[in-house]
């Protein structure tokens, strides 16, 4: 089943459920994945709509991030359930013992030397993780493992 007709599927369940939080969630990733559409021109293959519910998942994370800086634990919990709500989307995620191993990979394939080579490496790495890694984690994992 794709990606999108889980999607729909999932969006009738929570209507039959009355589960307004998960409908909304399920709303405003299919809205995202309509606007990608319409700047396409065509319809999205699954690893495109994963791409949406990734950056979803992005914003929300970055939401999440900023109220709790500012000690707003009523803007918090709902946006924590909209990150639990995206994650049923995603594949399942790597641990960070994976990550080391598949960024140590990419660094020797390249042959990096120092944090110069960052760029290489990322270009390397980004296609095996995509979806699977946090950005910005496998970023970490990569300048300390060339540092």
Avoid at 87 to 101: A, N, S, T, V, W
Avoid at 132 to 147: F, H, M, P, Y
Wanted: no cysteine.
């Amino acid at each position: 089943m794709s990606l999108v007709e889980r999607l729909n599927q999932d969006m009738k369940l929570a209507m039959k459920n009355k589960d307004k939080l998960k409908l909304s969630v399920i709303r405003m990733v299919k809205a995202s994945v309509k606007n990608e559409e319409i700047n396409q021109g065509s319809p999205l293959t699954d690893e495109q709509v994963l791409a949406v519910v990734t950056r979803e998942l992005k914003q929300r994370r970055d939401s999440l991030q900023e109220f709790d800086k500012a000690g707003r634990e009523d803007l918090a919990a709902p946006t924590r359930e909209e990150i639990e709500i995206l994650l049923e989307y995603m594949p399942e995620q790597m641990g960070e013992d994976d990550i080391r191993r598949i960024v140590s990979e990419a660094i020797q394939q390249v042959g990096a030397q120092s944090k110069k080579d960052l760029g290489k490496v990322m270009g390397v790495l980004m296609p095996k993780v995509k979806g699977r890694a946090d950005g910005a984690l496998v970023n970490k994992i990569v300048q300390e493992l060339l540092s």
